[in-house]
């Protein structure tokens, strides 16, 4: 079955800085646009950053500025760095394809919780 692994969450103040990553089965991974989505208690999941096979990216304004997504296309990883972290950024963050119609299974997320 193909797998997607975040990690890399935790606490951090109103302020620092973050930078989860996550794994990618090959295949899936140099197939696809990459993405990182968050969904906070009780709302919607949201797209925070996306990239493209070739390294282009796009954010939505809410984190532009302050995320920062990248992939490591040797160790099938996407990276989402986060600086100026605000407490509205808490989160269960995972990372998908940037295409819904090829979206796999969700992974576990990564727990990021921003307070001080």
């Known amino acids: 079955q193909v797998q997607l692994v975040e990690s890399g969450g935790g606490l951090v103040q109103p302020g620092g800085p973050l930078g989860p990553p996550c794994e990618a089965p090959g295949l899936f991974f140099a197939s696809n646009p990459l993405a990182w989505y968050r969904q906070a208690p009780g709302k919607q999941r949201e797209l925070v950053a996306t990239?493209?096979?070739?390294?282009?990216?796009n954010y939505p304004d809410s984190v532009k500025g302050r995320f920062t997504i990248s992939r490591d296309n040797a160790k099938n990883t996407v990276y989402l760095q986060m600086n100026s972290l605000r407490p509205e950024d808490t989160a269960v963050y995972y990372c998908n394809s940037a295409a819904p119609r090829f979206w796999i299974s969700w992974g576990q997320g990564t727990q990021v919780t921003v307070s001080s």
């Open positions: 990239i493209s096979s070739g390294g282009s990216t």
